[in-house]
Structures are given as structure tokens and as C-alpha cells.
């Protein structure tokens, strides 16, 4: 067994301290250890926690654990019924979707994954997969010469494991090669067992960019088909920075044509609403079309306030479309946008201001403890998001597909395979969807703006 022991996040960072939306664990023991890796979605506290419970089983999840606090899994003799409030760690896996529950309201911030039967898989912090850091220049590279370039980064970095290196290797090879079967064969049979040992979050996040302009341009490629690709195809990397909505260039008879590449179906994978509304404003006939559209008046709140600010802004603008916002009074709002500097520092919850948006939320207004800030803000949020999903009123896929898709093609790595080989979607024929969601939490507050998740395939 190859030794992975450079990647392994410390069991001293807290599993709900840091919000670790996105880092993977496994299940260091009981049935779940053969699944692999498991990426961490959300671990919220929540009321009605029963409720919630059901609400995932409905949705085909899977309770993994269940626990009343740090290395007190539940036991027979153990009566849950009685807890009102909890915590649910949402983990998606390649195969299964879990969920992990600790009852109770202790917030148990700074408990170690290991404490939960679970450990960091391998970490997505310290492994630079980046353009920069693979030699790639601002320059059109044919495929052989970007392919030669990288593999020659990859084996020259000595900070990364040696089988890292390896599979990283072989995966440019798979394409460069025309999706050899046997260079599949090497992945499958050099590290099909330690694949879940390997730092996927990061393989994953930055080097699908760096593979998917090959496995688009290779001659057996299924992906964007209909644009026609060829060997001629050149590839260009913009690492400026200034195109925030491009990761790379394919270059065909002298036309650029762009490509955003996303990853996985975390949270992670936002387009910021500034870039579309830019994208609206700078089209006459998007601006005609959609400039006075509830999605875009929202969108234009988000991207005009700060980040504590914006949804709570465009919820109050919402008040006469979405039962909860009716509780939202303009007292209420001055008071917030007032007050929501360095996270609500300052704030101080009203009842005279909130109680009535509080219940509205479902948030418990009695008892000692008081809705806080974070809490407030996150459900506004999700809210938010809801009224963007079916059967909501907002409708954000029709606009995206044609301000955006027609403006950037989307091609997302979703997993890699049981053998190592990616999987992946794509936006070509326009059947991407997409809504709001947030990447915040109730303790996690605003470190990112509302924006649209979007769904390949």
C-alpha cells in the first residue's frame, strides 16, 4: 500500500469549526468503508430534526450513524424521539448518498472527524493542481505540446506522492492517447487500491481543467461532438484572471471558443451573479428579455449589496411574491443593512423586528436561545434558493442556457469512476439547469455571495 500520509488533514481540524463544504472523509469502520471517499455537502443544525431525518430518507439518502454527541453513537437503550434539534452531515459518495446524525443542540465545533467514525479522506487544501503550476503559459499549445508540458510539471514535482504523480500522468496519458484501453488498464490496475487513499477533492477541482480541453479534442471523443474537434485544435489557458467565467479556450480555424470547467456537484460550483448580469447588460436583446424579470431583479440585489446584505435586500423586494418574506418590514431591513457589518458583529436580535420573520423561517422564538444572526441570514438564503427550484417562482435555467451557455460551454468532471477514469457532463444541446443556492451555513456566515449552481447533462 502506497503511503498517502502527506495529504491527511489533522484529526485537530474540527469537522464543523472550519465549514469543510467539499473536503472528502471515509468511514473508518462498518459497512460504508468499502464506498470510498464521501464529499462533505452540508452538516447543518436544524430543528424538527425528525422531520429532516424522513425528508432525506424520502429523497433515497441512507442514515450511515447515528450519534447524541462525540464517540456516543446511538444505542438501543437510547431514546431519540426526545431530541427536537440535531445535526445532519450530508455525504455524497460515487455509488450512495448518506446522511450522519447527532442529536441534541450542542453545537460540538471543534469535535474530530474520528469521533464521528469518520476521517478526512486526504486533503483538497495542499495539493496545487493549478495551470500555473504545471509550467502552462498564456499561449495556444498544440495538443501534443500541452500534453508534454504537463506530464513533464507532473513528474518534476517533488512535492507531490510518487503515485500521485503516476495516476496524474496516466490520466493525460488516457486522452492524449485517444481513451487507450490500455492505458486504462494501468490506472486500474497500478492504483485501483488506493484510489480512495488519493486527494480526489483537488485532482477533481483543478485538474479538470487541465484534462478536459484533451478529452473533448481526442479523436473518439462523444464530448461537444456536434462542434467537431480535431488534432489541429489548439488549446489556450487565459491566467489573468480577468475571465472569470472561462477556464480554457479551444482554438478552431482561428475562433476561440470558450469553456468553463466545473466539478462535482458541491457547493462549490457557483457562477457569481455579477457575471451574468455583465453578460445582460452588455446584450440589448438579453436586456429587453430579461432586464425586468423577478431572476434578474434578485440577481442585481446580490451582486449590488455585500454579501450579508444581498439576500436579505432582494427577500424584501420578493415580500409580495414568497410567503415568508411578507414578514419583512422596511423597520426590519434598515435595522439589518444597519447592523451586519463584520458578519453582525454588532446586530442584536429584535423581537419586535424579527419574531414574526423568525417563525416564518421556522426558526424557534421561544426559550433562552434567540434566533441568531447567521441563522436568520442562511434561511433567508435557502429560501432564496427554494423559490429558484421546481415549482418555484423563480425560473433561472431558460436564461441561463442562453445568456451564459451561449456565451461559455460548461463541462463538468462529476466523479471518477471505481477505476479511476473520469465521468463526465457536459452543457452541449442546452440541457443544463441551474438555480441559487448558498455555500454559507448558520456558523459560516456570508464568506461567499448567493450565486447559481448549475446542473450538466
Known amino acids: 500500500m502506497k503511503s498517502f500520509g502527506q495529504f491527511y488533514l489533522t484529526e485537530a481540524r474540527g469537522l464543523f469549526k472550519g465549514h469543510h463544504i467539499g473536503d472528502d472523509v471515509v468511514f473508518k469502520e462498518g459497512p460504508y468503508v468499502k464506498e470510498g471517499s464521501f464529499n462533505i455537502v452540508s452538516h447543518d443544525i436544524v430543528s424538527g430534526v425528525h422531520d429532516k431525518i424522513e425528508g432525506f430518507i424520502n429523497k433515497g439518502y441512507e442514515v450511515a ?11 438501543d437503550s437510547d431514546d431519540t424521539s426526545k431530541h427536537n434539534d440535531g445535526r445532519i452531515i450530508v455525504l455524497h459518495g460515487s455509488k450512495k448518498k448518506v446522511i450522519v446524525v447527532v442529536f441534541g443542540k450542542a453545537k460540538n465545533e471543534t469535535a474530530s472527524p474520528r469521533r464521528f467514525n469518520l476521517r478526512y479522506s486526504t486533503s483538497t487544501e495542499s495539493l496545487d493542481l493549478k495551470p500555473q503550476s504545471l509550467g502552462l503559459q498564456e499561449k495556444p499549445y498544440a495538443p501534443d505540446s500541452f500534453a508534454n508540458t504537463v506530464i513533464n510539471a507532473v513528474l518534476d514535482r517533488k512535492d507531490l506522492d510518487t503515485a500521485v504523480r503516476g495516476y496524474l500522468e496516466l490520466l493525460v496519458e488516457y486522452y492524449w492517447n485517444n481513451y487507450s484501453k490500455e492505458v486504462a488498464d494501468d490506472i486500474k490496475n497500478e492504483y485501483g487500491d488506493v484510489l480512495s487513499e488519493m486527494p480526489m477533492g483537488q485532482i477533481k477541482k483543478n485538474f479538470g481543467e487541465i484534462i478536459g480541453p484533451l478529452a473533448i479534442i481526442a479523436r473518439k471523443s462523444d464530448l461537444f461532438k456536434s462542434i467537431g474537434f480535431n488534432s489541429k485544435t489548439k488549446i489556450l489557458i487565459p491566467l489573468r484572471g480577468n475571465e472569470e467565467l472561462v477556464d480554457f479556450y479551444l482554438i478552431k480555424g482561428g475562433q476561440k471558443i470558450p469553456f468553463s470547467a466545473k466539478s462535482g456537484r458541491s457547493t462549490t460550483n457557483l457562477v457569481k451573479p455579477g457575471n451574468i448580469i455583465s453578460l445582460i447588460d452588455a446584450n440589448s436583446d438579453f436586456k429587453r428579455k430579461y432586464g425586468r424579470s423577478l431572476e434578474v431583479k434578485v440577481m442585481r440585489d446580490l451582486a449590488n449589496n455585500v454579501a450579508t446584505d444581498g439576500p436579505m435586500v432582494a427577500a424584501y423586494n420578493l ?25 453582525g458583529r454588532s446586530w442584536n436580535y429584535d423581537p419586535k423586528l424579527y419574531e414574526d420573520y423568525a417563525k416564518e423561517l421556522g426558526l424557534s422564538t421561544t426559550g433562552r436561545k434567540k434566533p441568531t444572526f447567521g441563522e436568520i441570514l442562511y434561511y433567508t438564503e435557502t429560501t432564496l434558493a427554494k423559490a429558484s427550484k421546481k415549482d418555484g417562482i423563480l425560473d433561472y435555467s431558460e436564461m441561463f442556457n442562453e445568456v451564459v451557455g451561449g456565451a461559455v460551454n460548461y463541462i463538468n468532471l462529476v466523479r471518477m469512476d471505481r477505476n479511476g477514469l473520469p465521468v463526465w457532463e457536459t452543457s452541449e444541446g442546452g440541457r443544463s439547469t441551474a438555480h441559487l443556492r448558498t455555500k454559507n451555513g448558520t456558523t459560516r456566515i456570508a464568506t461567499d455571495k448567493v450565486g447559481l449552481q448549475v446542473h450538466t447533462g
Open 65 to 75: 450513524q447515528q450519534w447524541t454527541g462525540p464517540g456516543k453513537a446511538v444505542t
Open 319 to 343: 415580500r409580495n411574491s414568497i410567503r415568508e418574506f411578507k414578514k419583512i418590514s422596511k423597520e426590519m431591513l434598515s435595522h439589518w443593512t444597519s447592523n451586519s457589518k463584520s458578519k
